[in-house]
């Protein structure tokens, strides 16, 4: 007997041979009873799920961030709460444009999300190697991104397209800039900087709010190809920034990023001379300097890419508390536009992949769906408010403020606190029945309690029938003994 482990089926069966198809004799034809060889052909049908839109081409590593300097005074984060302490991190670079199977050194964009497993659950920074974008508005991103794919008739990248939409579209002049400076063709994903490029919210304890802009900036410095060089490598190894960041991970070489922050008052943002929240724009250095947050290590590769690169899901909707949004227009389309992406490539149980999975306890009352694998929240109840003891929200002490807009706030508005009167109209209705009316009422009602076992919630209820008319509390609780 070998000791290797003994090959089986999906269900466990062992294999006996699985070299050889079963047959009607030597030369006959396969049959369908073999369900070894319908298992493995069904299953290889279906081992790609689609590939992301924007994003398709990358890779991806596991490290640590770890706190070098103190900004409690501006978010309550835990991740922050103290010096020297470490979060661990997955961080996936990509190309922006290509396919999966296009070149790493093409002229293009590069996507830098990280994400972070805090006790408090996931934070995703998902940026760019760019501090700005081409597009300022949501609207405008399937258009643009369209422009960079293929000619729907040749099937071959469009340069007309390309230069017709950004020539109607100024907004973009910064970013082209910089995508056809040297940055545009970087030397891999181990020297480049990532920014979040869109403005977001740190707020503290107090309850107070700043607007900041992440910084990722490498420790080793920046390198770039030269376009012929970048030119070469496409045809020559098209995977050569994969190659280096696992193989430089492998040898033990990790890359660094020192972590900073730009912080602007809420009233700065007010008062300040264009749109702060203008993606396609940065703050000036000058005026708004780095502040130092701590440090970002890569020191662990993958065991399985497709697993834990190709079904990575990251988004900037994923923040924790001491975190908010911005008024951003292009973020706030991402927040619908990335988790809306995942569901539909891997799934709507997407989140309990372990390599998206937050590594602190995690309670909600989503259930079933595809795929789901972690046991569906057992007998626990399955809706919310719930008088059992199922998960129950933490308002106040995780919201938010409220952030002004003009006349208006965004914030939750309790329709509890605002609208009392639940009961007049159901009274007017009531007293609207004749004898005969309300007493089906109540013995309609009573049939339908009488079945209720949970202690409290008859009590609860007939309290409300009180107020609407104390005759229907009084009939129902007669029925009910």
């Given at each position: 007997?070998?000791?290797?482990?003994?090959?089986?089926?999906?269900?466990?069966?062992?294999?006996?041979?699985?070299?050889?198809?079963?047959?009607?004799?030597?030369?006959?034809?396969?049959?369908?009873?073999?369900?070894?060889?319908?298992?493995?052909?069904?299953?290889?049908?279906?081992?790609?799920?689609?590939?992301?839109?924007?994003?398709?081409?990358?890779?991806?590593?596991?490290?640590?961030?770890?706190?070098?300097?103190?900004?409690?005074?501006?978010?309550?984060?835990?991740?922050?709460?103290?010096?020297?302490?470490?979060?661990?991190?997955?961080?996936?670079?990509?190309?922006?444009?290509?396919?999966?199977?296009?070149?790493?050194?093409?002229?293009?964009?590069?996507?830098?999300?990280?994400?972070?497993?805090?006790?408090?659950?996931?934070?995703?920074?998902?940026?760019?190697?760019?501090?700005?974008?081409?597009?300022?508005?949501?609207?405008?991103?399937?258009?643009?991104?369209?422009?960079?794919?293929?000619?729907?008739?040749?099937?071959?990248?469009?340069?007309?397209?390309?230069?017709?939409?950004?020539?109607?579209?100024?907004?973009?002049?910064?970013?082209?800039?910089?995508?056809?400076?040297?940055?545009?063709?970087?030397?891999?994903?181990?020297?480049?900087?990532?920014?979040?490029?869109?403005?977001?919210?740190?707020?503290?304890?107090?309850?107070?709010?700043?607007?900041?802009?992440?910084?990722?900036?490498?420790?080793?410095?920046?390198?770039?190809?030269?376009?012929?060089?970048?030119?070469?490598?496409?045809?020559?190894?098209?995977?050569?920034?994969?190659?280096?960041?696992?193989?430089?991970?492998?040898?033990?070489?990790?890359?660094?990023?020192?972590?900073?922050?730009?912080?602007?008052?809420?009233?700065?943002?007010?008062?300040?001379?264009?749109?702060p929240f203008d993606l396609t724009k940065i703050w000036p250095h000058a005026e708004f300097p780095l502040i130092e947050v701590g440090e970002l290590e890569l020191n662990r590769n993958p065991q399985n890419y497709f697993a834990e690169v190709e079904q990575a899901a990251l988004s900037p909707a994923n923040i924790v508390d001491g975190m908010g949004f911005s008024p951003d227009k292009m973020l706030q389309g991402r927040l619908f536009a990335y988790n809306d992406a995942h569901r539909y490539r891997i799934g709507s149980n997407y989140a309990q992949l372990p390599v998206n999975a937050p590594q602190c306890p995690f309670h909600n009352y989503?259930?079933?769906?595809?795929?789901?694998?972690?046991?569906?929240?057992?007998?626990?109840?399955?809706?919310?408010?719930?008088?059992?003891?199922?998960?129950?929200?933490?308002?106040?002490?995780?919201?938010?403020?409220?952030?002004?807009?003009?006349?208006?706030?965004?914030?939750?508005?309790?329709?509890?606190?605002?609208?009392?009167?639940?009961?007049?109209?159901?009274?007017?209705?009531?007293?609207?029945?004749?004898?005969?009316?309300?007493?089906?009422?109540?013995?309609?009602?009573?049939?339908?309690?009488?079945?209720?076992?949970?202690?409290?919630?008859?009590?609860?209820?007939?309290?409300?029938?009180?107020?609407?008319?104390?005759?229907?509390?009084?009939?129902?609780?007669?029925?009910?003994?």
């Amino acid at each position: 007997m070998s000791d290797r482990p003994i090959l089986t089926s999906n269900f466990g069966q062992p294999i006996p041979d699985n070299q050889n198809s079963v047959t009607a004799g030597p030369r006959g034809p396969v049959l369908l009873q073999d369900i070894h060889l319908v298992e493995k052909l069904a299953h290889f049908n279906r081992e790609r799920v689609p590939e992301r839109v924007v994003h398709a081409k990358g890779s991806g590593a596991y490290g640590t961030f770890r706190v070098t300097a103190d900004i409690t005074a501006y978010t309550r984060a835990k991740l922050f709460s103290e010096l020297g302490k470490e979060t661990p991190v997955f961080l996936r670079f990509s190309t922006v444009g290509g396919e999966s199977g296009s070149a790493d050194t093409e002229r293009d964009p590069r996507g830098f999300a990280v994400k972070f497993y805090t006790e408090d659950g996931n934070w995703d920074m998902v940026g760019n190697n760019t501090p700005v974008f081409f597009i300022k508005d949501p609207l405008k991103f399937p258009d643009f991104i369209h422009t960079q794919k293929r000619n729907p008739q040749t099937h071959l990248k469009d340069a007309n397209a390309k230069w017709d939409f950004w020539s109607l579209s100024p907004e973009a002049l910064h970013q082209i800039l910089i995508l056809f400076s040297d940055r545009g063709t970087p030397d891999g994903f181990r020297f480049m900087h990532g920014f979040s490029s869109h403005t977001f919210s740190l707020i503290n304890a107090a309850g107070e709010r700043v607007w900041v802009k992440w910084h990722f900036k490498n420790k080793a410095g920046i390198k770039n190809l030269h376009p012929s060089e970048a030119g070469r490598l496409a045809g020559a190894d098209p995977d050569y920034a994969q190659r280096d960041l696992f193989n430089a991970i492998d040898k033990g070489d990790f890359p660094k990023w020192r972590v900073c922050i730009q912080v602007m008052t809420e009233t700065q943002a007010q008062q300040f001379r264009w749109n702060p929240f203008d993606l396609t724009k940065i703050w000036p250095h000058a005026e708004f300097p780095l502040i130092e947050v701590g440090e970002l290590e890569l020191n662990r590769n993958p065991q399985n890419y497709f697993a834990e690169v190709e079904q990575a899901a990251l988004s900037p909707a994923n923040i924790v508390d001491g975190m908010g949004f911005s008024p951003d227009k292009m973020l706030q389309g991402r927040l619908f536009a990335y988790n809306d992406a995942h569901r539909y490539r891997i799934g709507s149980n997407y989140a309990q992949l372990p390599v998206n999975a937050p590594q602190c306890p995690f309670h909600n009352y989503q259930r079933d769906g595809s795929m789901r694998f972690d046991g569906n929240g057992g007998a626990a109840p399955v809706y919310e408010p719930n008088s059992l003891d199922g998960s129950a929200e933490q308002a106040p002490g995780y919201a938010e403020p409220a952030l002004a807009l003009g006349e208006v706030s965004a914030d939750r508005y309790s329709h509890a606190e605002t609208e009392h009167d639940h009961y007049s109209q159901p009274a007017a209705l009531f007293h609207l029945m004749d004898g005969s009316q309300q007493q089906l009422l109540i013995d309609n009602i009573a049939g339908s309690m009488a079945a209720v076992t949970q202690p409290g919630v008859v009590q609860r209820m007939l309290g409300h029938f009180e107020k609407v008319d104390p005759k229907l509390a009084a009939g129902i609780a007669a029925k009910l003994g």
